[in-house]
C-alpha cells in the first residue's frame, strides 16, 4: 500500500468541499502519468473499504467507472487513490461542484477567514466560466443511459445523482457520456419495487445539474429537451 504526504512536492491540492480533499499526484502511478487522492475530512478504515466494496460491484456489472480505485494513505490516515481523470483531449465533469457564484465570491472576500477550507475545483471552475456552446448527442445519450438504468434496477442498485461525472470534449460543442467517480451514496435496496424510476430521478437531476453549471441555455432550450425525453419515457 502506497503512502503519501500533503508535503511532497509532487502533490498539490486542486479541490476541498465540505467531505473531502482532492489531491493531485504528478508522478507514474499504475502505469499514467498522474492520478488523483481522494481524503475523506471524516476518513476511516472502514469508509474507505466501503467504498472500495461498491466500485468493485460497479466493476462486476460493467458500469463506467475508473480504471483503478485503491487503497492508500495520506498523512498517516486511510483515503483512496484512482485515476486521474483531466486527460488532453477530454475530461469528466462533477455536476455536483459547488461552483462559486459571483455573490459568493464576494462574501468570501469580505469574510475570508470562514471560507479558507474551500477551495474551488479547478477544472469544474475553467469549464463553468467557458461554457459550452452545446450537447450534439443530449436525446441519444439519455435514451441510452436510461437502458443502462434499467439494467441497475434488476440487481437492485441505487446510484445517487453526485455520484456521476460527465464525459465531455475539450471543445465548444460537446458529446456527452458518463463515469461514476464517486462511490459514497451507492446502495444496495432489496425491497425496493420503484427503483428504476428513483435511479431515473437522480440520473436526470445530475443531468439538469450539468447543464445548468455548463452549458450555454440562451438559444437552446436543452433543459426543455432533457424534460420531453424523460416525459416520453414515462408515457
Not at 457564484?101 to 471560507?115: C, F, P, Q, S
Not at 463553468?128 to 450537447?135: E, L, Q, T, V
Not at 445539474?209 to 424523460?230: A, H, P, S
Request: aromatic letters at 14%; one cysteine or more; a negative charge.
Amino acid at each position: 500500500m502506497w503512502s503519501f504526504c500533503s508535503t511532497d512536492s509532487d502533490i498539490r491540492l486542486i479541490g476541498e468541499g465540505g467531505n473531502n480533499r482532492i489531491y493531485k499526484l504528478n508522478r507514474e502511478y499504475c502505469g499514467y502519468s498522474s492520478a488523483v487522492i481522494r481524503v475523506s475530512k471524516r476518513c476511516s478504515e472502514k469508509s474507505v473499504l466501503s467504498t472500495i466494496q461498491n466500485y468493485n460491484l460497479l466493476k462486476r456489472l460493467n458500469i463506467n467507472t475508473t480504471v483503478f480505485l485503491e487503497k492508500c494513505t495520506f498523512d498517516d490516515r486511510p483515503s483512496l487513490i484512482t485515476e486521474d481523470l483531466h486527460k488532453d483531449f477530454y475530461t469528466y465533469l462533477d455536476a455536483n461542484a459547488h461552483i462559486l457564484r459571483e455573490v459568493d465570491i464576494k462574501l468570501r472576500n469580505l469574510d475570508v477567514a470562514k471560507h479558507t477550507n474551500y477551495k474551488e475545483p479547478e477544472e469544474e471552475r475553467w469549464f463553468a466560466d467557458n461554457k459550452f456552446k452545446g450537447i450534439t448527442n443530449l436525446s441519444d445519450y439519455i435514451q441510452r443511459h436510461i437502458a443502462l438504468l434499467k439494467t441497475l434496477a434488476n440487481e437492485h442498485l441505487y446510484i445517487a445523482r453526485d455520484c456521476y461525472f460527465f464525459r465531455v470534449n475539450k471543445h465548444p460543442y460537446t458529446e456527452l457520456d458518463y463515469i461514476i467517480a464517486d462511490w459514497d451514496d451507492i446502495v444496495i435496496y432489496n425491497d425496493e419495487n420503484n427503483l428504476i424510476n428513483i435511479n431515473i430521478g437522480q440520473f436526470k437531476e445530475a443531468l439538469l445539474q450539468f447543464v445548468d453549471k455548463y452549458v450555454e441555455c440562451d438559444t437552446y432550450d436543452y433543459k426543455g429537451v432533457i424534460d420531453r425525453v424523460f416525459s416520453e419515457w414515462n408515457q
